[in-house]
């Protein structure tokens, strides 16, 4: 019996020795049969891609969105360009192959280790910037070098480009190479990499991230000298979103006209809903000139140059208002009670303070005015006493619920806040109490006053429409890549409350009329500027650069030209139901009569004529 047992256990124990045999060998049968398939029939075609290739990843950066004015008339487009790249790991030796890079294209060796060595901080597969957009030539002798080069690449990207030049510069803004310190913001920049371009400044840098995009990616494979192979797999850029503004190009070109050869400013706007109209800051610059990097000699030119060109004067230039600021003294005093229409007083000339003498612009004087003769003829010494009786802060309090002295908050960055003083705020800054005679400069616009064009052109547009104080916008609307509107994306339709002037409509009437006086009664400042047919409402301004102490007659000593006074002519049109205000100011200009009124007529003249008659007019 245990006989027949043991002889039935080396039956079953050699069936399943066989059987693992058998599996054993079925096994390693497949694995060769791999084997010989990978090594033998594809063996070659693995070599290759095993030896001479690598899968990588390419990012594709986005179309930025173009900008059009209100007309959808282009501004800034994109062009094709080409950059020069080096991926370091497939280039190696490095310096050799920039040596003959460099003997091929004709570009300074130098300059192109200096890149290397800048820009090698990163992944030793990712491209490194050499040079941006290439000229055709280089570009046709890397093309015709290709296999001598390895690990430089050519990659074709949209370059910006500014239809018009100059125009419009300030506000347009331009782009530049994407900073180390702008890297560090992951909130807003984590998306790029160096060698990437942004906004820098104007509406370039504020709306940046809805021009920008988002980009897209490139799975390929690349052979042993960095050149693309195939294309494996594509995700496609997002092109940017395309901003149509609310300037109208043709009154913007006849502004910069008007401006040539001038230092200054202009902001024309739409008083009903403070879409501007034109934003000009003279002198410009061209931002074409920033795209790809700046030459250092236009930079330093651009630096030296005395009447800065970079300062966006409309936004961030702070001027004493003059006498475009007796609109808010008129205003205040009428509202206080400390004037109305019918309060009179005698200008000599002159008006005595204590010991001290404040003179009127006129030195003959203009005999006895009210509120409006005193507005239609800028009467210095009517203002002086409506200033005395209302007190600084009071007089303060309505210039900031008129929305100066503090930004407009239009859509562009480093808008200034200008300036309007209080007997707080001097005893804060300079440790000295409030003396009543200073009041008498502020109440027409002198001393410690200082506004923006575009604030002025605010106040102004607010007397115009009746109150309301509009919130000045650069952005008409937004769309995308297919033309359909989007919504949501403008950063200052949000939350935006109306603001109106602290004044009745018998009072604001009232100050309208000496406005309109200024320009079409018999003895106004700026009778000169009067267009038949038109009923031109405004204020001019002679603004002091340098303090000159109104209790001395000082007005006839002769001054450096760069030291003459600032030349102010706000206006709106026409006086009923206006379409547009304006705000001029002429650096060193002196009288805005003579200087800055003749601009904003022809810019007034040229917006409310229409056709064939419009073409005309922008051609003069």
Not at 22 to 44: K, N, P, T, Y
Request: glycine fraction near 10%; hydrophobic fraction near 40%; charge should be negative.
């Amino acid at each position: 019996m245990s006989a027949y047992i043991r002889s039935g256990d080396r039956e079953w124990y050699k069936k399943r020795l066989n059987g693992g045999i058998l599996c054993v060998v079925a096994a390693f049968s497949i694995l060769i049969a791999r084997l010989f398939h990978l090594q033998i029939i594809e063996g070659e075609e693995y070599q290759r891609l095993s030896l001479n290739n690598c899968i990588r990843l390419r990012s594709v950066p986005p179309s930025r969105g173009l900008i059009f004015d209100r007309d959808g008339r282009l501004l800034v487009d994109n062009r094709p360009s080409f950059n020069l790249l080096m991926v370091l790991k497939d280039a190696a030796p490095v310096h050799e192959t920039i040596h003959r890079l460099s003997v091929y294209t004709g570009l300074p060796e130098g300059e192109l280790l200096e890149a290397v060595n800048v820009r090698n901080r990163r992944n030793s597969y990712k491209p490194v910037m050499l040079k941006a957009d290439i000229s055709r030539d280089v570009l046709a002798a890397i093309e015709v070098n290709r296999y001598d080069l390895p690990g430089v690449v050519v990659d074709p990207q949209p370059k910006r480009f500014y239809v018009h030049g100059p125009s419009a510069a300030h506000l347009l803004g331009y782009i530049g190479e994407v900073s180390p310190g702008e890297l560090a913001d992951e909130a807003l920049y984590g998306d790029l990499s160096s060698g990437d371009f942004v906004g820098k400044f104007g509406l370039e840098k504020s709306m940046d991230r809805l021009l920008r995009g988002e980009p897209g990616g490139r799975q390929v494979e690349v052979s042993a000298t960095g050149q693309v192979v195939k294309v494996l797999r594509t995700v496609e850029a997002q092109p940017g979103l395309n901003l149509f503004l609310t300037i109208d190009h043709d009154l913007q070109a006849k502004a910069e006209a008007l401006m040539d050869g001038i230092t200054g400013s202009v902001v024309a706007m739409d008083p009903a809903t403070g879409h501007v109209l034109a934003l000009v800051s003279s002198p410009s610059f061209d931002p074409n000139d920033f795209v790809g990097g700046l030459d250092a000699a236009i930079w330093d030119e651009m630096l030296l140059n005395p009447h800065a060109p970079l300062e966006n004067r409309a936004i961030k230039g702070e001027y004493p208002p003059a006498s475009t600021y007796k609109i808010v003294t008129a205003m205040a005093g009428l509202e206080e009670g400390v004037i109305d229409e019918k309060s009179t007083a005698f200008c000599p000339g002159y008006y005595e303070f204590g010991d001290r003498i404040f003179r009127c612009w006129k030195k003959s004087g203009h005999g006895t005015v009210n509120v409006i003769s005193a507005l239609s003829q800028s009467c210095d010494v009517f203002f002086y006493q409506v200033g005395e009786k209302l007190g600084v802060d009071r007089l303060a309090a309505y210039a900031l619920a008129f929305a100066l002295g503090r930004a407009t908050g239009i859509q562009l960055d480093r808008e200034a806040d200008g300036l309007i003083p209080t007997s707080r705020w001097k005893l804060a800054r300079f440790g000295e109490p409030w003396a009543e005679g200073e009041t008498l400069p502020v109440a027409i616009g002198q001393g410690f006053n200082l506004t923006t064009p575009l604030q002025m052109a605010c106040l102004t547009s607010a007397v115009g429409n009746g109150g309301p104080i509009p919130r000045p916008t650069l952005l008409d609307r937004i769309e995308n890549a297919d033309g359909q509107v989007v919504e949501g994306k403008d950063p200052q339709a949000a939350g935006t409350e109306m603001r109106f002037l602290p004044v009745s409509p018998e009072n604001l009437d009232l100050v309208r009329e000496g406005l309109r006086r200024v320009v079409n009664g018999p003895h106004g400042t700026a009778r000169g500027s009067k267009i038949e047919g038109i009923e031109i409402c405004g204020k001019t301004g002679t603004g002091q650069v340098i303090g000159r102490d109104r209790s001395e007659d000082t007005q006839e000593v002769a001054l450096p030209a760069h030291l003459m006074p600032h030349a102010w002519f706000v206006a709106y049109a026409p006086a009923e139901n206006p379409q547009i205000a304006v705000a001029v100011i002429v650096e060193n200009g002196e009288h805005g009569s003579g200087t800055a009124a003749p601009i904003a007529r022809e810019l007034i003249r040229m917006h409310l004529v229409s056709g064939d008659e419009r073409t005309e007019t922008a051609d003069v």
